[in-house]
Antibody, heavy 118, light 110 residues
Framework: EVQLVESGGGLVQPGGSLRLSCAASGFTFSSYNMNWVRQAPGKGLEWVSYITSSSSTIYYADSVKGRFTISRDNAKNSLYLQMNSLRADDTAVYYC???????????WGQGTLVTVSS | QSVLTQPPSASGTPGQRVTISCSGSSSNIGSNNVYWFQQLPGTAPKLLMYRNNQRPSGVPDRFSGSKSGTSASLAISGLRSEDEADYYCAAWDDSLSGRVFGGGTKLTVL
């Protein structure tokens, strides 16, 4: 069974940093491209970042470019999102989501809440 | 302001057919596949439609997708109370070099 479990969320002050993790299981993680998607409280979905299986190609939304860094460790079946210079509008539930060979976002984790507030 | 435009709300009675639209541009819907997601209250999004009109395994055939030009639609026939959820469209945007979502449509089953 495919499982994606996010962790690392919490309360952080503006300007601070946080590192999110997504632990994958039930599939060959090293063969799949991955994404981070976020959802501010009461708002819609916003794509954040994408990384290919080998980490050779990475994309970011303009809203996080230069502040967030996506990475992965295929040996540990894990996806990461390093978030620096956090702002109040980064407050959201952050989901990791898998791309399959035929589609995007076929599996999602349950999300981890990041709250940026003083 | 989302790159893809969806109506904020839609509604229907049980058994009815409802359509949710998603409007974009030549750089996203006009040249790339459209995906649809269903998000039930308090849960993670779930893939509902991929490559414009393909249903993942387990999605009832009451759900159908279509695309024409720079717009796409999700149709739900035989509406049921459990279809009450938020629905989102998404696509790759060539100009932004990234993925974009619609603002979401809240479907109410009356």
């Amino acid at each position: 069974e495919v499982q994606l479990v996010e962790s690392g969320g919490g309360l952080v002050q503006p300007g601070g940093s946080l590192r999110l993790s997504c632990a994958a299981s039930g599939f060959t993680f090293s063969s799949y491209n991955m994404n981070w998607v976020r959802q501010a409280p009461g708002k819609g979905l916003e794509w954040v970042s994408y990384i290919t299986s080998s980490s050779s190609t990475i994309y970011y939304a303009d809203s996080v470019k230069g502040r967030f860094t996506i990475s992965r460790d295929n040996a540990k079946n894990s996806l990461y999102l390093q978030m620096n210079s956090l702002r109040a509008d980064d407050t959201a539930v952050y989901y990791c989501a898998r791309d399959s060979y035929t589609t995007n976002f076929d599996y999602w984790g349950q999300g981890t809440l990041v709250t940026v507030s003083s | 302001q989302s790159v893809l435009t969806q109506p904020p709300s839609a509604s229907g009675t049980p058994g009815q057919r409802v359509t949710i639209s998603c409007s974009g541009s030549s750089s996203n819907i006009g040249s790339n596949n459209v995906y649809w997601f269903q998000q039930l209250p308090g849960t993670a999004p779930k893939l509902l439609m991929y490559r414009n009109n393909q249903r993942p395994s387990g999605v009832p055939d009451r759900f159908s997708g279509s695309k024409s030009g720079t717009s796409a639609s999700l149709a739900i026939s035989g509406l049921r109370s459990e279809d009450e959820a938020d629905y989102y469209c998404a696509a790759w945007d060539d100009s932004l070099s990234g993925r974009v979502f619609g603002g979401g449509t809240k479907l109410t089953v009356l």
